[in-house]
C-alpha cells in the first residue's frame, strides 16, 4: 500500500495551499507517516482504544489516541489561528501600554515644569512619552486590523464559506482558537481527499491505490471526530465553568454594591450606582456568552453525531476493500458527499451580539483565554 503514496505525494506537491499558515506539501509530509500508523494500527485488528502494558506503566494514552493527537495538531494548522495569537499578544502588548500611561499620567500630577537635571521627569517630558505610547498603541491596532483584512481577503479568494463577522467572531470569541482548529482540518482533510480522488478517477487506478484511499479517509475521519471532541471537551471544561465564575463575582459585586447605598452619601452613592450598572453590563454579557457557548455546543454535538457515523462506515468500508477486489468503482465520491462531511460553517456572533457589550465581551473573552 505505501508505495502508491509516493506517487500520490509526486502529485501533491503540486497542490495549492488551503486554510493553513503552512503550505499543503508541509502537512501532507507530516501528516501522511502517522496516518499510515493509525491505518496499521486498525488492519492489525487490535483495539485502538486499549494500552499497552508499558502505556498503562507510564500514564501514556493508547499508540492510537497519541497518533490521532499529532495528526490533529498538524492539520489543525491555520492562519486564523496565528492571527488570533497575533490579536492576544497585541492585546497584552497595548494592555501593557495603557497601565504605564496611567502611571505616567500620575507622575503628572507632582512632576514638574522643568529641572536642572536632564534626566528628571518633567511635565513636558511625560506628555511626550504618553503622546508616544498612545501613537505605538494605535499602530499596534491598525497592523493587526490590516493583517484582518489580508488574512480574510486570502480565506475569500479560496472560496471558503467564511464572512466577515464570522472572522470577526473567531478573533472575537473565547473558542475561536476551536473554531479555527476545526475549520483548518475539515479543509485540509477536504484538499487530501480531493487529491487522492482525483487519481482513483483514472482508467487504471489499483486496488493498492484505493486501499491507500480508504485507510487515509478513514483516519481523516477520525480526526475530524476528535476535533469536534476537543472543542466540546473546551466548552464543557473551561469556559462555561469560567463564564459561571464570572457571573458570580459579578453578582457578588453587584448585591454588595447595592447593601452600600443605605446611607451612603451623594457622592458614594453616585459611585456605587455605576459599579451596580458596571457589574449588571458584565452580567449580560455573560448571559449572551452563554446564549453564544450552548448553540456552539449543540451544534459541535450534531457534528459530532454525524462524523462518529462517517467514521464507522469507513472502517467498516476499509475492511471490506482489504478483503475484496470488486469494489474500486465504488469508491468516486463526489464533491458533495466532501462537503456533506468536512465542510464546518463556524458561527456568526452578530446573531446574539448586542454591540452596546462589546467592551465587556471582550474583557470574558480575555478571562476565559487566561492560563490557555
Not at 256 to 271: N, P, Q, Y
Request: aromatic share 6%; glycine share 2%.
Amino acid at each position: 500500500m505505501r508505495p502508491a503514496l509516493l506517487l500520490l505525494l509526486t502529485i501533491l506537491l503540486h497542490a495549492q495551499p488551503v486554510f493553513a499558515a503552512r503550505t499543503f506539501v508541509d502537512i501532507w509530509d507530516d501528516a501522511v507517516p502517522l496516518l499510515h500508523d493509525g491505518v496499521d494500527i486498525i488492519a492489525s485488528g487490535e483495539d485502538p482504544s486499549e494500552r499497552s502494558w508499558a502505556e498503562a506503566l507510564t500514564f501514556r494514552d493508547p499508540k492510537f489516541q497519541r497518533i490521532v493527537s499529532e495528526c490533529f495538531a498538524i492539520l489543525a494548522d491555520s492562519q486564523a489561528l496565528d492571527l488570533i495569537a497575533s490579536r492576544d499578544a497585541t492585546r497584552d502588548e497595548i494592555a501593557a501600554k495603557r497601565h504605564k500611561i496611567a502611571a505616567l499620567q500620575q507622575e503628572l500630577v507632582s512632576a514638574p515644569s522643568s529641572h536642572w537635571n536632564p534626566l528628571k521627569a518633567t511635565r513636558s517630558s511625560l506628555q511626550e512619552d504618553i503622546a508616544g505610547l498612545r501613537k505605538e498603541i494605535a499602530d499596534l491596532e491598525h497592523g493587526l486590523e490590516a493583517d484582518k483584512e489580508r488574512i480574510f481577503a486570502e480565506i475569500s479568494a479560496r472560496g471558503l464559506p467564511v464572512s466577515r463577522e464570522q472572522l470577526e467572531t473567531m478573533l472575537s470569541a473565547a473558542d475561536g482558537k476551536d473554531t479555527a482548529s476545526i475549520m483548518a482540518v475539515a479543509e485540509n482533510i477536504s484538499a487530501i481527499q480531493r487529491s487522492i480522488e482525483s487519481q482513483l478517477a483514472a482508467p487504471d487506478a489499483s486496488v493498492e491505490l484505493l486501499q491507500t484511499y480508504t485507510g487515509i479517509y478513514m483516519m481523516c475521519n477520525k480526526v475530524y471526530v476528535y476535533a469536534l471532541q476537543q472543542a466540546l471537551q473546551q466548552i464543557d471544561s473551561r469556559y462555561l465553568g469560567r463564564l459561571g465564575k464570572i457571573r458570580k463575582e459579578a453578582s457578588q459585586l453587584q448585591e454588595h454594591a447595592r447593601s452600600l447605598l443605605s446611607g451612603a452619601e451623594e457622592t458614594d452613592r453616585k459611585i456605587l450606582e455605576v459599579n451596580i450598572a458596571a457589574n449588571q453590563r458584565t452580567l449580560d454579557a455573560v448571559d449572551l456568552y452563554n446564549q453564544y457557548l450552548s448553540r456552539q455546543k449543540k451544534h459541535l454535538q450534531q457534528l459530532l453525531q454525524r462524523a462518529e457515523k462517517s467514521f464507522k462506515v469507513a472502517v467498516n468500508t476499509y475492511r471490506t476493500v482489504k478483503t475484496s477486489s470488486d469494489l474500486l468503482g465504488m469508491m468516486h465520491t463526489s464533491e458533495a458527499d466532501f462537503s456533506r462531511i468536512f465542510a464546518f460553517q463556524p458561527p456568526d456572533l452578530s446573531l446574539l451580539y448586542d454591540a452596546r457589550l462589546r467592551q465587556e465581551f471582550d474583557d470574558i473573552t480575555s478571562r476565559l483565554r487566561a492560563a490557555e
